[in-house]
Every structure is written in structure tokens, then in C-alpha cells.
């Protein structure tokens, strides 16, 4: 059975239409039961990871979706206490500025209203504002409070600026479906992939 599975994706990757736009078409499911490592773009209609589900393993499964946008972020998040002027200094990953831009800043107290919270140093380099660890500041908190933060950045590093994920894009040329073919023809009362 091993042998026809192969031979059937040997056939599928050499017999594919010229319009098909895919050197590989696989029409069922995959189950790989290893490391999958993507050096170019991923594209799906949806995802998720599944585990064994932590309170009933042997008998459930727990699924969790991924978070999307439309945009390349990188989330940051964490806790932190406050100190008795009710300020804390959040250090980041030595790679965040140069994988990151346009920040945007999240800080929700935990236990204690602190209506005057705010963020009063974006990320900088630790050192003059020049070198070192990137950080940022939270102030006007409760004295020894405690924050839950969350920063996120849009990526600009080499390999995304040169290829950026467009949103929207047309059907047809250099798209992976021509016009009228349509990802999923069953959700929208289409029995084929053609219109």
C-alpha cells in the first residue's frame, strides 16, 4: 500500500495541469509525525494545533486556533511588578528592534484599578537610548502592583521585506487559482473547482 501511496504522489507531482500553479496537489489528509520546516510562505484556510487534552488525555483532544492578521505581527508578553513609585522597566529579546516596527503597547493592571497607568518610555536600546537590550517603561501604576503587558510589532526584517504577505491579491496570473476556481467550491454551492 506504501508503494501505490508513493507512486500515486510521484504521478500527481509530474501530471498536474499547466494552470494547476503547484508542482504538489494532495486531495486528502496528511498526518506527519515529525518536524515540518516551511523556508518560504505557508498559506491555509484555517489552522490549529492539537494536543491530548490536559484534564481527560486518554479520551479527548483539545484543539486551539491560530491568531491571524492581516498584517506580520510579533507578539511580546509578560508580567510584571511595579516598583514603589509604581514604575516598571520591561526588558525584550536582544532581536526585537531589528526584527520589529510600529509598536503597539497593551498594559492591564491585575487586582487594583490603576486609572493612571500609562506607558512612559517606548522601546529604546537600554544604554543612552543607543546600545544594549531594548526595553520599555510603565508608570503612574500602584506601588507594588502588578501589570500584565503586552507589546507587538510588525516584522521588517530582510527576509519579509522581500517577501511581503500582499492581503488581498486578484485570481489569475501569479495567483495560485486562476479567476472563477475557487479554494473551497463546496462553500459556495459550486460542485467543481470551476464556475
Do not use: C
Not at 507594588?144 to 500582499?166: C, F, K, Q
Not at 487559482?177 to 463546496?186: D, E, G, N
Amino acid at each position: 500500500m506504501l508503494k501505490t501511496r508513493a507512486l500515486f504522489f510521484v504521478v500527481v507531482l509530474f501530471a498536474l495541469p499547466q494552470f494547476a500553479h503547484a508542482a504538489l496537489q494532495i486531495n486528502e489528509s496528511v498526518t506527519i509525525n515529525g518536524d515540518l520546516n516551511v523556508t518560504s510562505a505557508l498559506s491555509k484556510g484555517s489552522g490549529s494545533f492539537v494536543i491530548d487534552h490536559p484534564l481527560d488525555p486518554k479520551n479527548k483532544l483539545l484543539y486551539h486556533s491560530f491568531v491571524e492578521s492581516p498584517e506580520v505581527k510579533n507578539v511580546y508578553v509578560g508580567r510584571a511588578t511595579l516598583d514603589e513609585n509604581g514604575k516598571a522597566t520591561i526588558s525584550l529579546p536582544s532581536y526585537f528592534l531589528p526584527l520589529n516596527k510600529d509598536f503597539r503597547y497593551f498594559a492591564t493592571p491585575i487586582g487594583e484599578g490603576m486609572p493612571d497607568l500609562y506607558l512612559s518610555v517606548g522601546v529604546k536600546p537600554r544604554f543612552f537610548g543607543l546600545f544594549g537590550t531594548p526595553l520599555f517603561e510603565i508608570a503612574g501604576g500602584a506601588p507594588r502592583g502588578e501589570v500584565s503587558w503586552m507589546v507587538t510589532g510588525v516584522r521588517h526584517d530582510p527576509y519579509i521585506l522581500a517577501n511581503p504577505i500582499v492581503p488581498e491579491v486578484q485570481k489569475g496570473s501569479g495567483a495560485p487559482y486562476a479567476q472563477s476556481m475557487y479554494v473551497h467550491p463546496a462553500l459556495y454551492a459550486t460542485s467543481t473547482r470551476q464556475k
